[in-house]
């Protein structure tokens, strides 16, 4: 069965900062990754996902997250943080018989100061 | 395009009621999952349909179920509720079994 592991409950960061959010999964076959993203009160948002080809993938809202194999990772990247980026932030790999049936990380709360 | 729509948004029941909760996928979606978000479990998969057929389903008890009519839209219902069940219960939708996942607001659910 797939995992997926965040190691960073919580993440402060000051505005204007890079940011790195860390994602480890386990899974046996090629993996379909993704991040979401969820602000107080709100469902969750797509930022970006990994199917096949290009290692290094662009989402919106100017994140982007490169798949490592040989690590297991599938870090999230932001050269600039916005206060606009504070809420929590979720892996998930899909099962490989259909991106339907997500496995989640247990999420990091980005905090952003002024 | 409208969103993913979840009625009630919020919901108090009582220990050992039964509560059935409704999601609205995206007009022309046909997969849609059921997740619950708990502050200790975190989100965790319920189930997935397709065109009305249950593709899969999550490590949850026989209380939980869930069905999809031929409009797409879903219910799940949960019987003889628990205390634990008190959550967030998130519905996605995609077009169909590989397309991204749109997530609704949620329905919380308290049991007391």
């Known amino acids: 069965a797939q995992s997926v592991t965040q190691p960073d409950i919580h993440i402060t960061v000051s505005e204007g900062a890079s940011l790195e959010l860390r994602c480890n999964y386990s899974y046996g076959a090629t993996p379909y990754l993704f991040w979401y993203v969820q602000s107080p009160g709100q469902g969750l948002q797509l930022l970006l996902k990994y199917f096949s080809g290009d290692t290094l993938v662009q989402g919106i809202k100017g994140f982007e997250a490169e798949f490592k194999r040989s690590q297991s990772s599938f870090n999230l990247r932001k050269p600039s943080v916005h206060w606009s980026d504070a809420a929590e932030y979720f892996c998930?790999?899909?099962?490989?018989?259909?991106?339907?049936?997500?496995?989640f990380g247990q999420g990091t709360i980005l905090t952003v100061h002024p | 395009k409208a969103g993913v729509t979840q009625t009630p948004r919020y919901l108090i029941k009582t220990r050992g009621q039964q509560v059935t909760l409704s999601c609205s996928p995206i007009s022309g979606h046909r997969s849609v999952s059921w997740y619950q978000q708990t502050p200790g479990q975190g989100l965790q998969f319920l189930f997935e349909?397709?065109?009305?057929?249950?593709?899969n389903k999550g490590n949850f008890p026989g209380r939980f179920s869930g069905r999809q009519f031929s409009n797409s839209r879903s219910e799940m219902n949960v019987s003889t509720l628990e205390l634990g069940d008190s959550a967030l219960y998130l519905c996605a939708s995609s077009l169909d079994i590989w397309g991204e996942q749109y997530f609704g607001p949620g329905t919380r659910l308290t049991v007391t």
């Open positions: 998930a790999v899909g099962a490989g018989t259909s991106y339907g049936k997500l496995t």
């Open positions: 349909y397709f065109s009305e057929t249950q593709r």
